[in-house]
């Protein structure tokens, strides 16, 4: 079993910027791949970001390429993501979420957290 727990969201203006943070338990944190979701209301849960378990290979929707930063540091069991040049449209609760790498299924969720940007 694998617990994540995230911080970092809150309120910001158009512009701003935020860093998540996503720290999980165990001790096989590099045998997973690491991605953060989005849920905005009334539209379909969004993989943003994904991060490969060595930290090699990252992935990004094209809404946010350019702005948002997906790292991690397997020695702390966490993954972040760093958040510039916000904008209205990222206003959503944003999940961490992992997976084995041999696999395409996320298979622990962490409890999300409330990035809201006012115009």
């Known amino acids: 079993q694998v617990q994540l727990v995230e911080s970092g969201g809150g309120l910001v203006q158009a512009g701003g910027s935020l860093r998540l943070s996503c720290v999980a338990s165990?001790?096989?944190?590099?045998?997973?791949?690491m991605g953060w979701f989005r849920k905005a209301p009334e539209k379909e849960r969004e993989l943003v970001a994904r991060?490969?378990?060595?930290?090699?290979?990252?992935y990004y929707t094209d809404s946010v390429k350019g702005r948002f930063t997906i790292t991690r540091d397997n020695a702390k069991n966490a993954v972040y993501l760093q958040m510039n040049n916000l904008k209205p449209e990222d206003t959503a609760v944003y999940y961490c979420?992992?997976?084995?790498?041999?696999?395409?299924?996320?298979?622990?969720w962490g409890q999300g957290t409330q990035v809201t940007v006012s115009s």
């Open positions: 991060i490969s378990g060595s930290g090699e290979i990252t």
């Open positions: 979420a992992a997976r084995p790498v041999t696999t395409l299924i996320y298979s622990y």
């Open positions: 165990g001790r096989t944190f590099s045998s997973y791949s």
